[in-house]
């Protein structure tokens, strides 16, 4: 196991942690939160980084990558609603979004192909991540409140225009599979077609 894979696990791993120090009344949990919560994902962009730089992207990793980010993100919209800070038909937005792009991906990898991180998917993430943030930090300053939720329909907007993006990108991508399929199969049956001939032609 490589270190970029190592801190994918890791932000698996603050999930649980995550959700706990949200849900935790008590003094400062807020700003443990969401210390905890950006340490998390920082490692997002470290493993990338490490990835690219050490050569040692792989198709694990690929996978992996958004589904951590997914359960981190989730885990999170899920306890603000809880804590009635994120209205539930925008949180159910976001997270069918995650659910129908990791539908998408998992369609993909049998077809054989990846759908890796587009630079919008990218955005997405980082203004879940900022909105979070500051939609935690609510309570303790009320001024970052108009703040938050105009961060929150901006992820809402992202995420809606991202699984576009990606629904688009994996209709190509499975076009060009059905259309190589087919053209192996008109391969093969004329390569079918013409060995009888040949062998017509060698008896006489």
Same mark, same amino acid.
Request: aromatic share 8%; proline share 3%; charged share 20%.
């Given at each position: 196991?490589?270190?970029?894979?190592?801190?994918?696990?890791?932000?698996?791993?603050?999930?649980?942690?995550?959700?706990?120090?949200?849900?935790?009344?008590?003094h400062?949990?807020?700003?443990?939160?969401?210390?905890?919560?950006?340490?998390?994902?920082?490692?997002?962009?470290?493993?990338?980084?490490?990835a /690219?730089?050490?050569?040692?992207v792989?198709?694990?990793?690929? @996978? *992996?990558?958004?589904?951590?980010?997914?359960? %981190?993100? #989730? $885990?999170?919209?899920?306890?603000l609603?809880y804590?009635?800070?994120?209205?539930?038909?925008?949180?159910?937005?976001?997270?069918?979004?995650?659910?129908?792009?990791?539908?998408?991906?998992?369609?993909?990898?049998?077809?054989?192909?990846?759908?890796?991180?587009?630079?919008?998917?990218?955005t997405?993430?980082?203004?879940?991540?900022?909105?979070?943030?500051?939609?935690?930090?609510?309570? /303790?300053?009320?001024?970052?409140?108009?703040?938050?939720?105009? @961060? *929150?329909?901006?992820?809402?907007?992202?995420? %809606?225009? #991202? $699984?576009?993006?990606?629904?688009?990108?994996?209709?190509?991508?499975?076009?060009?599979?059905i259309?190589?399929?087919?053209?192996?199969r008109r391969?093969?049956?004329?390569?079918?077609?013409?060995?009888?001939?040949?062998?017509d032609?060698?008896?006489h």
């Amino acid at each position: 196991m490589n270190l970029p894979i190592s801190l994918t696990l890791l932000r698996i791993f603050f999930v649980p942690l995550v959700v706990v120090l949200l849900l935790t009344t008590g003094h400062n949990m807020d700003l443990w939160a969401v210390g905890v919560f950006l340490l998390a994902a920082t490692t997002d962009l470290l493993d990338g980084y490490l990835a /690219r730089k050490r050569s040692q992207v792989t198709t694990l990793g690929i @996978l *992996l990558d958004p589904i951590a980010d997914k359960l %981190l993100t #989730s $885990a999170a919209f899920i306890s603000l609603v809880y804590l009635h800070l994120v209205a539930a038909w925008m949180a159910v937005i976001i997270i069918g979004r995650e659910f129908a792009v990791s539908g998408l991906r998992a369609i993909a990898s049998a077809e054989g192909f990846t759908l890796e991180v587009s630079e919008l998917g990218k955005t997405k993430m980082v203004s879940q991540v900022v909105a979070i943030t500051v939609i935690v930090l609510e309570k /303790r300053q009320p001024l970052l409140h108009p703040l938050g939720d105009v @961060l *929150l329909w901006m992820v809402v907007l992202f995420a %809606l225009a #991202s $699984a576009a993006q990606y629904f688009v990108s994996f209709w190509k991508r499975l076009d060009v599979r059905i259309k190589q399929r087919a053209s192996i199969r008109r391969l093969v049956f004329r390569t079918r077609e013409k060995e009888p001939e040949e062998k017509d032609v060698a008896t006489h």
